[in-house]
């Protein structure tokens, strides 16, 4: 089932696409005739366009045209203006009634019939009226019994209008039998269990004839105040499975629910009379197979299987849609205010009536009436006396708020027991305690909250408003003024008059309208979280989006893509209570049935691409893995009875974070193990973050970690980048983007933050602009260090509190240092001091959530962490048992945590590619989890170090299509000396050689990366001149006379023991042979990444470049050099002037060649083994760097650095270059 009229016209195709099934099933309300001409829902309302795009998405169609349609829609689709037909009779036989669906069905059925199957067209079954049977009422006053006539009336409409397909009837046969159907329509059945009796009724009541359920109904629908709706997945898979082998025909009710925009809600009552009145929620998600916003569930696949199972007829599917994108826009904050004042001013109809009348007898859009919206009551030059109480007769219908001279007296948001809800019958309010208010104004504002679409028929009659009468004091006021505020589009667009709102009083604001603007690039779906909001309606590009209300269950509106544009997007907010002065969006629905108890109902989404990327049997795992991958897959997939871990840790609200305050770990109150893997956002594409996420998840694990590198995010001193602060790695900085990412792929988050996080990763995560302070206390607490620290933490942390989990965002847990323990050291040892200051700098930011340490605690005891402050964690890679035994001395009572369980190691130049044997692996971390103990896989997805952060990825496989793209001729070169004389960034004159880290660029940062460069020109050689440089060289050398390479080239890795490498201190090189006048020496300096991890000492030793010592000619010292950096950035290499045809030369230089990809980009890796030793440049990107001497030998290149049409390459080799580029599908290890 698929309710066309509730989703945006562009996902007609991509959502049909996804229902994978061989028809489906339509309701038509009757939208076509509101108002007699034209509407807001324009939009919505192309049947024959949905009905040929189902067709051309392989699928027949069956449609419920109505005339009612029940379908939880406002008024069951009648319209509302029937109302105003007195003495009408729903639903019969009636004169008054059937000449209005007489000249509706006149219309409709015409544009259906020329949609038959026997025309060509997708529909193969129509319904006439829907589940008539229920509407017998046989104690009713006067009694109901269906009426015949009509159903024979609706048949004749549908056959003189040319219907020749199958025509049905729906109803419970074994509660009604036939009563609501006739002889000569078909009769099916609606329910949720026991089929077998339902379609053995049937039998008994058309012998011989198909059995089919037109309503299987595959969940239910939620209202407001109540719980959202959770149904028995098992019981759908038991009933959906009895159905099929019965055999019977079914229609799944609803197969995707969608969403009841603006104010289409339906409603229900239990009784006849309003103070039992149910009005649904907006959403429309039902716990259908697919939900509200398009994503898979457990649900859908069990439909596809058993579809497929019992089905005879075997018919080509279509490959499963990839699911739609969404994101969580920034939070917007609150713009402009329509105070509830000017909002009457503004509104188009005053109606002056001695009496009240409801919304429907209004004189109002072609004597229609108001359908939908809200009515205002105003009685002006009123007198209101202290104690006055006002009381309005009989029930509202549905919620009334109070105003005297436009201030709001009623402060009622949800309890509906009490005045201005629909429960209390001659309801009343003392509308002021000591105040005499004279010559007032009096306004009571009514919201029609939805009109029953269910029932017997005497509850059909739903006016809305109020027109039993209003008491002051007991006597009745009479001549009103009633404004109908209906919020069409052409009024929302001329509104005008706003206010600026003061953000410093913004939130005690109340009823108006509140304006936010959003401008996008490019629009996705998202949600909109209205939990700081009280109740009311929100407005999106002037369309009405749906209801929100404070009291659930519903917390947030769905906003799909199509309903957005690109550039501005006017987002209007009508709050009946106090507005907040912000506007924040979700990538998940929240629901809670009361202001504490909020949760995710999304379901469990990451079943689709383990499904369609692995061998999944759908209730067994049949796939073949590593016995370590197997070990971690302890999430198995049975079905929707297993929550989310969202769902199961806050279904009850989020009242505690992570707590270790006992023997094991609880989150919220509820026991917890951790089961973590370790992914490094900044060494994956961003495009790749939830494919490597949802991998991470599918094989079982509740939570993420990741550390947060200083060095990326303040590239520059006092220079920051979170995403949007325009460094080269800009892409990979989207920090809050990540933790929204594992947020929706259902993980939660641990953050290791540094300052210092080793991580196999340049200088350990610090800037090496810190290298430029006289005096600097690495990770202690020096007071440079510490103002540093300090002035980053309080940029980052306030971005990674508002993601804590008592939040409600994912994070956990947050790390304190890295391996503290690890920095005892002769007479040093670790400062307790500088860890407590760490910890104040988080406490003060607003971080709450548990705090843990990280070390060998075999080795180092608890030197690195304050006991009873922080948890106590261990890093190993074997012995478990040794390091939990140490760690229950240290800490007894507490839980205990692998915080690094490495599963791997990384990759030193010249050594053997590493590997850990897989059984090994997993006995040891089945030992970790049978302890027990919780764990975190260090690394579970390693990644790359992108350009010059060096380091080696973890070998985990991928599923990501990869090729070998063709060779590519290299094309275009620059010499070096021409590099360096056409298009050096900066030419910087000095005495003496500097390391990189002194140069004044950068904003006096100094240079981090690259290549530096120190030339000597017009320098006299005699004959075999020899070049000596003091100390080391950090990290290699080549030199270049005139432009020409001098240097030995690297061949083994024997070489580095040799001049132009780390390992020779006071290295010497033989310049020439002859004399020479005149001549440019080039000293080509390489930084090939500083130390990651060591002892206090030695991080003030990490410098790069010529700096130990001076550099001689012979014997007399060189000085007024010219110093060039090389950084490679990418506007420097993207705006290079001096390329030139390729020569046979391929010296030192710039390569270039052109990547022509004419389809979508793949993932593929530049095989170097014919190259040297040097850096690659993709698209301005450096993509890192390659060395024959291995191990690695081929450099990954992701899709997402790719682009349809022309790639640039760009190779900075060292010594010679090949003459072209070659591509491989695998990583190529090998060492010389």
């Not at 038991?238 to 289409?264: C, D, Q």
């Not at 290079?1136 to 390729?1142: P, T």
Request: proline share 5%; net charge negative.
């Amino acid at each position: 089932m698929f309710d066309w009229e509730i989703y945006p016209m562009e996902f007609y195709k991509s959502w049909t696409k996804r229902l994978n099934l061989s028809k489906k099933s339509i309701f038509i309300s009757g939208w076509y005739d509101f108002g007699q001409g034209g509407t807001d829902m324009q939009e919505f309302l192309d049947i024959e366009k949905f009905l040929k795009t189902a067709q051309e998405e392989d699928l027949l169609a069956i449609v419920r045209p109505g005339p009612y349609i029940c379908a939880e829609f406002e008024f069951g689709g009648l319209p509302s203006w029937l109302l105003r037909e007195k003495n009408i009779n729903f639903r019969t036989s009636d004169e008054k009634f059937m000449k209005h669906v007489t000249r509706y069905f006149n219309v409709l059925l015409t544009i259906l019939a020329s949609l038959q199957f026997t025309k060509g067209g997708p529909i193969i079954a129509l319904q006439v009226e829907n589940e008539y049977g229920s509407t017998e009422d046989p104690k009713g006053q006067p009694p109901f019994v269906p009426d015949k006539l009509y159903i024979a009336q609706l048949r004749e409409l549908m056959l003189t209008n040319n219907i020749k397909e199958l025509l049905f009837t729906s109803d419970s046969p074994y509660a009604h039998g036939d009563i609501g159907s006739l002889p000569s329509l078909f009769q099916t059945a609606n329910f949720n269990d026991k089929p077998e009796q339902q379609f053995d009724k049937l039998k008994e009541l058309q012998n011989n004839k198909p059995s089919m359920a037109m309503e299987f109904w595959s969940g239910w629908f939620s209202h407001w105040s109540e719980s959202p709706y959770q149904g028995n997945y098992k019981n759908f898979e038991r009933v959906f499975e009895s159905i099929l082998k019965y055999p019977a025909s079914v229609n799944l009710y609803m197969f995707h629910g969608g969403t009841s925009w603006g104010f289409l809600n339906g409603a229900n009552l239990k009784s006849e009379f309003q103070n039992s009145y149910q009005p649904d929620i907006t959403s429309y998600d039902y716990d259908a197979p697919l939900t509200e916003y398009g994503d898979y569930t457990a649900k859908y696949f069990a439909v596809k299987d058993l579809i497929q199972k019992y089905n005879t007829v075997q018919t080509k599917l279509p490959d499963i849609p990839k699911l739609t994108k969404r994101v969580a826009y920034h939070t917007l904050k609150i713009e402009k205010y329509l105070p509830y004042s000017k909002i009457i001013e503004q509104l188009p109809y005053q109606i002056d009536s001695k009496e009240l009348l409801s919304m429907e007898n209004l004189p109002i859009n072609n004597n229609t009436g108001q359908s939908f919206g809200y009515i205002i009551y105003r009685k002006k030059g009123i007198t209101i006396s202290p104690k006055s109480v006002l009381k309005i007769l009989g029930y509202v219908y549905d919620t009334v708020n109070v105003y005297i001279n436009n201030e709001l007296i009623t402060r009622n948001v949800g309890d509906l027991n009490s005045f201005g809800h629909w429960r209390n019958k001659n309801s009343s309010i003392e509308l002021s305690s000591s105040v005499n208010y004279f010559n007032a104004t009096l306004d009571l504002v009514v919201e029609n909250m939805g009109r029953v679409n269910f029932g017997h028929l005497s509850q059909l009659y739903q006016f809305k408003g109020l027109w039993q009468g209003v008491l002051l004091d007991e006597r009745e006021i009479f001549d009103w003024e009633i404004y109908p505020m209906e919020f069409k589009k052409s009024w929302t667009k001329s509104l005008s008059d706003w206010d600026n709102v003061d953000s410093e009083k913004g939130k005690s604001f109340s009823t108006g309208l509140y304006k936010s603007n959003l401008v996008l690039n490019e629009t996705d779906d998202t949600f909109l979280d209205m939990r700081g909001w009280n109740k009311g309606i929100v407005i999106v590009n002037n369309f009405v989006l749906g209801r929100f209300w404070k009291i659930g269950c519903q917390q947030s509106l769905y906003l799909p893509a199509p309903l957005l544009r690109s550039g501005l997007n006017e987002i209007l907010i009508f709050e009946e209570f106090f507005a907040d002065d912000e506007l924040k969006f979700s990538v998940v629905p929240i629901y809670s049935n009361n202001i504490t108890a909020i949760f995710d109902k999304s379901k469990t989404s990451v079943l689709v691409d383990v499904r369609k990327q692995s061998s999944f049997s759908y209730r067994k795992m049949t796939l073949s893995i590593t016995p370590f991958v197997l070990l971690v897959m302890v999430y198995l997939i049975a079905g929707d009875t297993l929550p989310t871990v969202y769902e199961y840790y806050t279904s009850d609200g989020i009242r505690s974070g992570l707590s270790a305050d006992q023997s094991y770990f609880t989150l919220n109150g509820k026991n917890f193990s951790v089961y973590s893997g370790a992914m490094h956002y900044f060494r994956v594409p961003r495009a790749y973050w939830r494919d490597r996420l949802r991998k991470i998840r599918a094989a079982g694990l509740n939570a993420v970690e990741t550390y947060i590198a200083w060095n990326l995010h303040e590239p520059q001193s006092g220079v920051y980048d979170f995403g949007h602060g325009g460094s080269d790695m800009e892409d990979f900085l989207h920090l809050e983007e990540f933790l929204q990412t594992a947020q929706e792929e259902d993980l939660l988050v641990i953050v290791r933050a540094g300052p210092y996080i080793c991580s196999e990763y340049n200088f350990g995560g610090f800037p090496s602009w810190l290298l430029r302070e006289k005096v600097m206390g690495f990770r202690t607490t020096e007071p440079t260090y510490i103002k540093y620290v300090t002035r980053y933490y309080n940029q980052l942390l306030p971005i990674l509190a508002k993601y804590q989990f008592t939040r409600g965002g994912p994070i956990i847990a947050f790390q304190i240092e890295n391996e503290y323990g690890n920095q005892e050291y002769q007479t040093f040892l670790p400062q307790k001091e500088y860890l407590e200051i760490l910890h104040q700098i988080y406490v003060q930011n607003g971080i709450v959530e548990l705090l843990v340490t990280s070390d060998s605690p075999l080795s180092h005891g608890d030197k690195g962490t304050l006991p009873g402050v922080f948890l106590q964690t261990a890093n190993l890679g074997a012995s478990p048992e040794n390091q939990f035994r140490r760690l229950l001395e240290l800490q007894p009572n507490r839980p205990l945590m692998v915080m690094e369980f490495w599963a791997g190691w990384f990759d030193f130049w010249t050594e053997t590619h590493q590997t850990k044997d897989s059984t090994t692996t997993a006995g040891t971390y089945e030992r970790i989890l049978q302890y027990p103990a919780s764990v975190n896989i260090y690394m579970f997805h390693g990644g790359t170090n992108f350009g010059f952060t060096n380091g080696a990825s973890l070998n985990v496989p991928e599923l990501i299509p990869r090729v070998a793209y063709p060779a590519v001729p290299i094309e275009k070169e620059i010499p070096f000396d021409a590099l360096i004389g056409i298009d050096a960034p900066y030419v910087i004159d000095s005495e003496n050689v500097v390391a990189m880290e002194k140069l004044d660029i950068n904003n006096n940062s100094g240079q981090s990366n690259g290549y530096i460069v120190y030339r000597k020109e017009n320098v006299d050689l005699g004959p075999r001149t020899v070049l000596t440089i003091e100390g080391h060289i950090c990290d290699t050398a080549i030199v270049l006379v005139n432009g020409e390479l001098v240097s030995p080239i690297l061949k083994t890795s024997a070489d580095l023991n040799n001049f132009g490498y780390w390992r020779m201190k006071d290295s010497a090189l033989v310049l020439n042979s002859q004399s020479l006048r005149g001549a440019t020496i080039d000293i080509v300096v390489e930084e090939w990444g500083r130390i990651n991890g060591g002892k206090i000492y030695q991080y003030n030793q990490t410098f790069k470049g010529l700096w130990q010592g001076d550099v001689y000619l012979n014997s007399a010292k060189v000085s007024d050099w010219k110093i060039i950096p090389l950084e490679f950035k990418t506007e420097w290499t993207n705006n290079l002037k001096a390329w030139s045809d390729k020569t046979a030369n391929g010296g030192p230089g710039l390569y270039s060649a052109t990547l022509q990809i004419s389809d979508e980009p793949r993932d593929t890796y530049i095989d170097m083994r014919n190259w040297s030793k040097g850096l690659v440049v993709v698209n301005g990107f450096p993509l890192g760097k390659y060395a024959i001497i291995g191990p690695q030998q081929a450099l990954y290149l992701p899709a997402p650095f790719l682009r349809k049409g022309s790639n640039t390459i760009v190779v900075f080799e060292h010594f010679k270059a090949a003459d072209r580029l070659t591509f491989v599908t695998d990583q190529i290890w090998s060492t010389v």
